[in-house]
């Protein structure tokens, strides 16, 4: 009798179907590691907000660019570090907001415009 395959996202869930958009402050913030990034887009596909891009090819010069997260964007769902730990190289961590805001001198608010 023949195994069923492995499923690789069953610990990850399934990519998002419908985007939202952020309605309050989050409680945590996505960071991403871009040294550690590989470039694999894993984490894109499952954001709820659409707010992860890949950097643009000039910042770096390189083939396969990092992600990076658009902060006033992000709700804090962790979905995304949990996919790329999950799925690839463990590039992303949440960090709490106030935690955040002072090592970034960013403000995050409710509002998905700085």
């Known amino acids: 009798m023949a195994k069923a395959p492995y499923d ?3 610990s990850v869930g399934h990519p998002v179907e419908k985007i939202v958009q952020k309605k309050k402050r989050p409680k945590f913030m996505a960071v991403v ?3 550690n990034c590989t470039g694999c887009r894993a984490c894109i596909c499952f954001c709820p907000t659409n707010c992860i891009e890949p950097v643009p090819k000039e ?3 390189l083939p396969i660019p990092p992600v990076q997260v658009r902060f006033h964007e992000c709700i804090g769902c962790k979905i995304c ?3 790329c730990t999950k799925l ?4 992303i961590r949440m960090l709490p907001v106030d935690e ?3 090592a970034y001198d960013i403000a995050i608010t409710a509002s998905i415009t700085p």
């Open 81 to 83: 570090a949990n996919v």
């Open 33 to 35: 590691d871009e040294d």
């Open 59 to 61: 910042k770096y010069g």
């Open 100 to 102: 955040f805001e002072a």
């Open 8 to 10: 690789h996202y069953k």
């Open 88 to 91: 690839s190289w463990d590039a």
